[in-house]
């Protein structure tokens, strides 16, 4: 099973290194190629990952979900896609050998979207007090429109690459994860969680949690996100 694995980045060159190091197990298999989208960093993070051998394409226009659409439109193009997409965040924060764990459910035939969930396996002061109550009430929204039980909008995932296409994701900032939850959960796509360890981030700081308008602003965006995309299914 040939897997492609998206990272969406800004400003990560002191985390590049240990990132690529950590990955050298999985490259040929599962990984097949490594698509670092650059999201307009000005700290070499992009020279960087291109020297460790990742496919660099560039999205200057910031937004989480924008950086997760340029490598998509990059895998697009090539000859022969992939079966599975899998997207990892570049501080460390989420352990690339935990990428085997997202996978087994997709080869066994038993999920066709695999999300980790950080909430049991978080080491202290990973996951905010503001990060924790946002996904608790990001995750029972989904559930109470849905049916859909979650409980992480985690950023470590792995899907078919057929499914992907079947999503027709849209979402430019932080509503990029939520917005694939809740197609899933609108379009019964089987869906599994596994639970992958989650530490603090290597170096640097966080574009959400690592201050309170970022934080808020996000889980604004995602409130939205759910209820707009909730809205139209329902009038459809």
């Known amino acids: 099973m040939q897997c492609d694995l998206v990272i969406p980045a800004l400003n990560e060159a002191p985390n590049i ?43 200057p ?15 697009e193009r090539q000859a022969t896609p992939p079966d599975v997409v899998a997207f990892l965040d570049a501080d460390l924060s989420d352990d690339p050998a935990a990428l085997e764990l997202l996978l087994e459910p997709i080869r066994a035939g038993h999920a066709e979207i695999v999300i980790g969930s950080r909430v049991r396996m978080a080491e202290p002061g990973a996951l905010s007090p503001a990060q924790r109550v946002g996904n608790r009430i990001a995750c029972l929204l989904i559930r109470m429109l849905t049916g859909r039980r979650y409980t992480d909008l985690g950023p470590f995932r792995a899907l078919r690459w057929s499914t992907l296409q079947r999503l027709q994701m849209s979402d430019r900032t932080w509503g990029w994860t939520v917005e694939m939850q809740l197609k899933a959960a609108l379009q019964r796509i089987p869906t599994e969680e596994v639970d992958v360890p989650y530490r603090p981030r290597a170096a640097g700081r966080s574009k959400i949690s690592g201050n309170v308008r970022g934080a808020v602003a996000a889980g604004a965006k995602i409130i939205v996100t759910i209820v707009g995309l909730w809205w139209t299914h329902r009038n459809r």
């Open 61 to 75: 226009s910031r937004g989480y979900g924008a950086a997760c659409l340029k490598a998509l439109q990059w895998i």
């Open 17 to 59: 290194d240990a990132l690529f190091d950590a990955l050298a197990p999985l490259k040929g298999d599962p990984i097949r190629r490594v698509i670092l989208a650059d999201n307009g960093s000005s700290d070499g993070t992009a020279a960087a990952a291109a020297a460790r051998g990742a496919i660099v394409v560039s999205e």
